[in-house]
């Protein structure tokens, strides 16, 4: 290391057209400016591609939830089976039997 120079662009005071090899990449800007259009389409065409994206998302969604309901697995509300309506003999046999629930029609259970 005597301190020349080892690269033409290394020289004070001259300059070389010769490329030299840097870390960064190559950022350089157009010569011309980009045109609103240009712009404008190339906004356009990455919207169109979040646009499909986001269908394909909601079309598994949909089909994920409706066979969640076929399954009865979405956890939805649950509603209890109306108890028949008996006439006053027919409970009045079935109570004696010991199959009635008399208070089964205010929540309270005897049975349970």
């Known amino acids: 290391m005597d301190g020349t ?3 033409p662009a290394d020289t004070p005071g001259k300059e070389t057209n010769t490329p030299v090899a840097t870390d960064t990449p ?3 800007t ?3 400016p980009i045109s609103l259009y ?5 906004i356009v065409t990455r919207q ?3 646009n499909k994206k986001a269908e394909e998302i909601l079309d598994r969604q949909e089909t994920l939830h409706a066979n969640q309901r076929l399954a009865g ?11 028949e309506k008996l006439s006053d ?3 009045a046999d ?9 208070l089964g029609e205010d929540g309270i259970s005897l049975n349970s």
């Open 26 to 28: 190559n950022t350089e």
């Open 89 to 91: 003999e027919e409970y």
């Open 94 to 102: 079935k109570f004696m039997k010991g199959e009635a629930d008399p």
């Open 30 to 32: 157009p010569k011309e």
């Open 38 to 42: 240009d712009k404008t389409e190339a």
């Open 5 to 7: 120079p080892t690269s």
């Open 73 to 83: 697995t979405t956890g939805g509300k649950v509603v209890p089976k109306e108890p």
């Open 48 to 50: 169109e591609a979040a």
